[in-house]
């Protein structure tokens, strides 16, 4: 089946840690995108790729980096820098041109320990 | 003012009622709307997508659009308890890029 695989679903990061998010997408999909959401709160864009060896930061990119060195893999790293990372992290993918019709990753719950 | 407006409820309804979900928006230069359906701890998925203004009618759900009055809605019919989740609407400017832009999502409850 295609779809989008984030791993692991339960992260906990200690004080001063760098930790990595994995996602891998098996749609042949171009464009890649991280997204946090806080409870009682809509998604807010991280990073996104709309091809391989390039991304762009969205709207809240401080304290996280991206790679993108294969079309199926996005991994995000969420830094030390990151002062407030406890969030429920999306990974989705699209279509080129088809911004509007993400497909989502089934998340990764990051805390703090 | 936000640039995406949307309840967050919670919204409890009793199975078969018709439900309405609303969001309003301030800048007229969006041009796509989505709504997409949340489930608990899950990736949301993607419900309705119209481009500029008028309805969309699938099944059960019917998106509708008013760019006169910057507000969209998603009507339910015979809302069912398998559609208790959060719906979040979602909305783009026009042209080759931008992003979309969240709404913090209205939370359901469809009591049997």
């Known amino acids: 089946d295609g779809g989008i695989t984030q791993s692991p679903k339960y992260l906990f990061r200690k004080e001063g840690q760098n930790v990595t998010l994995s996602c891998e997408q098996n749609?042949?999909?171009?464009?890649m995108y991280w997204y946090r959401q806080d409870p009682g709160q809509g998604l807010r864009l991280i990073y996104y790729?709309?091809?391989?060896?390039?991304?762009q930061k969205g709207d809240i990119a401080e304290g996280y980096s991206v790679s993108r060195e294969k079309k199926e893999s996005f991994p995000l790293t969420v830094t030390s820098a990151q002062k407030n990372p406890t969030a429920f992290y999306l990974c989705?993918?699209?279509?080129?041109?088809?911004?509007?019709?993400?497909?989502f990753g089934s998340g990764t719950q990051l805390s703090v320990l | 003012q936000k640039e995406v407006e949307q309840d967050p409820g919670p919204l409890s309804v009793p199975e078969g009622a018709i439900v309405s979900l609303n969001c309003t928006y301030s800048?007229?230069?969006?041009?796509?709307f989505m709504w997409y359906r949340q489930y608990s701890r899950k990736g949301p998925e993607l419900l309705m997508y119209?481009?500029?203004?008028g309805n969309k009618e699938d099944g059960r759900f019917t998106a509708q659009v008013d760019k006169s009055s910057k507000y969209i809605s998603l009507f339910i019919r015979d809302s069912q308890p398998s559609d208790s989740a959060t719906y979040l609407c979602?909305?783009?400017?026009?042209?080759?890029?931008?992003?979309?832009?969240f709404g913090k999502g209205t939370k359901l409850s469809v009591k049997p």
């Open positions: 989705a993918s699209s279509e080129q041109g088809g911004y509007e019709k993400l497909f």
């Open positions: 749609l042949n999909h171009d464009a």
């Open positions: 790729s709309q091809i391989v060896n390039d991304f």
């Open positions: 800048n007229s230069a969006f041009q796509y």
């Open positions: 119209t481009y500029s203004s």
């Open positions: 979602a909305m783009r400017y026009g042209g080759s890029q931008g992003n979309l832009i």
